[in-house]
C-alpha cells in the first residue's frame, strides 16, 4: 500500500518541507501524490491562507516566492490533515506540540511513524524531555528528527545544505531519507536521535549570543569564541541530561590544524563569491572540518578529539572562513576574474596566502598515498 504523508506546518520551513516532499513523492511510485498540510488557518490580504496555498500554491504570508506542488494541499483541520497518513512530519512551535497531539489521539493509524522538525525542550515539574519523546509517549508512535544548518529561504532557492536524521530503527531511517533527500538538499541517518535534537535546540541560545556579539559590534574572533564554547557547553548538556553521549574516536592533537584551516578558508571564500548563500557555507566547513580530522588521522597518531574544540580547531575554522585573508581572496578570486597572484599582490600589502599552497601540499600527500578520491 502505498504511503501517505502529513506535513504538520505553520511557517516557512514547513512549507519549504512541503516542497521537498511534495516533489519527491511525484517522482516514486512507493507513496501517495496527495499530500495534505495542515495550516493554522489566518486571513491574508483577506483571503483564508489556506485557500491562498491551493490555488496560487504559495505560501504568500511565510515563503513568499517560492511554488509548492500542486499536490500539496492546505488543511485547517490538523486531525482531517493527518487521518491516514503513515509518516507524520511535525514543524510547529514546540508550544503547540502537546495540544497538537492531543487532538490527534486515537485518529491516527496505530502503525505511523513521526519525525519532528521541531528545535526546542519540553520541561515541566518531572523535569527535561525531548520533543520527539513527547510526541512518542502522547501518540504511542515512533518519532524521528531532522536537524541541520538549512535556514528556510535558502533551502527554497535549492542552494545546497545538509540536513541530520535521527532514527533508532535503521528501516524506518532509509524511508525517511529517500523522502527528503534531493540534490540540494543531503541527508545522513544516525541512530543517535537525543543527541541530534539536542544540538538543534542547544543551538538557538547560541544564535541569540551571536546576535548579541553582532549588536555590540564584536570582531569575528569573539564570535568564534562564543560559537568553540557554546558547541563545549551542548556537549556537556547532553552528556549530562541524556547520557551516554558517545564521540567519534578521532586522534588528532599532535597536528597542526591551522594550515588545514586555510585550505577549507579558501572554499568558504568561494562559496561565498558565487553566492550560494550560508547553508551551503556550513557545510563546506563541516566537510572541511572532517577532512582535517581524517587527514590528521591518517597521518599523525595518538592525539585527542577535544583538541578540535579548542580554540586552535573550530574557532580558527569559524573565524578564517568569515572573514580571513584565504576566505577573502577566494572571493575576490571568483568575482574579478583575476589570478591568486595578482589579488595576492593588490590586497594583501606584502603578505602571502597560506591556503593556496597547503592545498597544493596535501595534495600532493594524497596523491603520494593514492587516496586523492578518499
Not at 594583501?348 to 592545498?359: D, I
Request: proline fraction near 3%.
Amino acid at each position: 500500500m502505498p504511503l501517505s504523508l502529513d506535513p504538520t506546518s505553520m511557517a516557512s520551513k514547513g512549507s519549504v518541507i512541503a516542497k521537498i516532499v511534495g516533489n519527491n513523492v511525484l517522482e516514486k511510485t512507493a507513496y501517495v501524490q496527495r499530500i495534505p498540510m495542515y495550516v493554522y488557518e489566518e486571513t491574508v490580504n483577506g483571503k483564508k491562507l489556506t485557500e491562498i496555498i491551493n490555488t496560487q500554491h504559495e505560501n504568500i504570508k511565510y515563503l513568499p516566492g517560492t511554488r509548492l506542488p500542486d499536490n500539496i494541499v492546505a488543511v485547517s483541520d490538523v486531525v482531517a490533515a493527518a487521518r491516514g497518513a503513515d509518516i507524520l512530519i511535525f514543524v510547529v512551535p514546540h508550544q503547540f506540540v502537546k495540544s497538537i497531539c492531543r487532538q490527534l489521539k486515537g485518529a491516527i493509524k496505530p502503525d505511523a511513524m513521526a519525525i519532528s522538525l521541531i528545535k526546542g525542550l519540553d520541561v515541566s515539574e518531572q523535569g527535561l524531555n525531548l520533543i520527539s519523546n513527547v510526541i512518542h509517549k502522547l501518540l504511542d508512535i515512533d518519532c524521528a528528527v531532522l536537524m541541520g544548518a538549512n535556514i528556510a529561504p535558502e533551502v527554497a532557492r535549492e542552494n545546497y545544505c545538509e540536513a541530520t536524521i535521527g532514527c533508532s530503527d535503521l528501516e524506518h531511517g532509509k524511508i525517511l531519507k529517500d523522502l527528503f533527500q534531493t540534490s540540494y538538499f543531503r541527508i545522513t541517518v544516525v541512530d543517535d536521535v537525543q543527541t541530534v535534537e539536542m544540538c538543534g535546540a542547544l543551538k538557538t541560545i547560541l544564535f541569540v549570543a551571536s546576535l548579541i556579539a553582532d549588536g555590540m559590534e564584536m570582531i569575528a574572533n569573539t564570535k568564534a569564541a562564543i560559537v568553540r564554547l557554546g558547541f563545549i557547553e551542548i556537549v556537556h548538556f547532553t552528556q549530562h541530561f541524556f547520557p551516554p553521549l558517545t564521540l567519534p574516536v578521532w586522534f588528532v592533537t599532535s597536528f597542526d590544524t591551522t594550515t588545514r584551516v586555510n585550505i577549507v578558508a579558501l572554499g568558504a571564500g568561494f562559496i561565498d563569491g558565487l553566492q550560494f548563500g550560508d547553508n551551503t557555507k556550513a557545510a563546506v566547513i563541516r566537510l572541511g572540518l572532517m577532512e582535517m580530522v581524517k587527514f590528521a588521522d591518517d597521518n599523525f597518531k595518538n592525539s585527542h578529539i577535544e583538541t578540535f574544540l579548542e580554540s586552535c580547531g573550530v574557532a580558527d575554522l569559524v573565524t578564517t572562513c568569515y572573514c580571513g585573508r584565504n576566505k577573502r581572496i577566494a572571493e575576490a578570486f571568483v568575482n574579478s576574474g583575476k589570478t591568486i597572484k595578482q589579488l595576492e599582490t593588490e590586497m594583501l600589502n606584502g603578505q602571502k596566502l597560506q591556503g593556496p599552497p597547503t592545498a597544493a601540499e596535501v595534495y600532493t600527500i594524497l596523491k603520494q598515498n593514492k587516496m586523492e578520491n578518499k
